[in-house]
């Protein structure tokens, strides 16, 4: 009878026990400006690599872009000599073709696909597990990797615009390759916020690591031997959004207004490297109304 009425009690004690731990953080809406898009440097204790059932890290967060002091944003060509990517002379008339008739796709809402998206300025959040990993772009749109030794790409792929990836563990290194990538010549896509052009002979080797709960880095190699003379690395680290951030609803087309008044190019890029967005005039002291926008 004592050990039925110690069984019961015990029982009954569950639940409170269970309410009195702190919830996990559910993702919850928020702003998103440039406090929360920009990640700012972890100063606390270094907290563990989290690791799957597999015992690989678990590569899954929000994870916010940490800015490099001295180099551009957005730039493929930020640790190359003058910020500026190795062309080829084919790769040079490509970019010029970028620059003087190509939209930035992501400004008319079309994806911007990999490498591009490793470059951008806005988080990403990552869903892993040891079969697939998902990244979830603010772009409304994703990625889906297959993880496994042995896998093999098919003869013939489809261009696409983060092509087609496969991955494998070389020790706490996950690392994925991309092949079957649309072309800047044939298709409205650019390597990066430049508008430095992408070929369907891209292959792209990313190498991701999470040394710590707090961060998750990069290194990344692209070889494109039809656009750039030489394979070329791009190295980024990102840290760890606040409990309960998580990718938010984007809807790019809507209100789009000015999606039929943007004009070819990135605009003027600067000796720093970063896109300039061309020349602006000195504003209106009234802004203009809504006739201004009228086709």
Request: hydrophobic share 30%; charged share 20%.
């Amino acid at each position: 009878m004592r050990r039925t009425l110690l069984a019961c009690t015990a029982a009954l004690l569950l639940p409170i026990t269970a309410c009195a731990q702190t919830p996990p953080a559910t993702p919850t809406p928020f702003e998103l400006t440039a406090e929360t898009i920009t990640g700012t440097p972890y100063k606390g204790p270094k907290i563990a690599t989290p690791r799957g059932i597999d015992g690989k890290p678990d590569l899954s967060g929000y994870w916010r872009p940490l800015r490099e002091p001295g180099k551009p944003g957005g730039n493929m060509g930020k640790d190359q000599p003058n910020f500026t990517l190795p062309f080829t002379p084919v790769g040079e008339r490509a970019h010029i073709y970028s620059q003087n008739h190509t939209v930035d796709p992501e400004a008319v809402c079309i994806l911007g696909g990999i490498p591009r998206h490793n470059a951008s300025g806005l988080p990403f959040e990552i869903l892993h597990t040891p079969e697939r990993l998902a990244t979830l772009y603010n772009y409304n749109t994703h990625r889906l990797v297959t993880i496994g030794d042995g896998l093999k790409f098919i003869d013939k792929l489809e261009p696409l615009y983060f092509g087609h990836a496969l991955a494998h563990w070389e020790g706490d290194t996950l690392v994925i390759e991309t092949r079957g990538l649309k072309d800047s010549s044939k298709e409205n896509i650019w390597l990066d916020e430049n508008g430095d052009p992408t070929s369907d002979e891209t292959t792209v080797i990313e190498r991701w690591t999470r040394p710590d709960f707090n961060h998750i880095q990069l290194a990344m190699t692209i070889t494109d031997l039809k656009y750039y003379t030489r394979p070329f690395t791009f190295n980024r680290t990102w840290v760890h959004g606040d409990p309960g951030q998580g990718v938010n609803e984007y809807p790019c087309n809507e209100n789009n207004i000015d999606a039929a008044h943007i004009g070819p190019g990135a605009g003027v890029i600067g000796p720093d490297g970063n896109r300039g967005f061309g020349y602006q005039d000195a504003l209106p002291a009234v802004p203009p109304g809504p006739e201004a926008y009228e086709n």
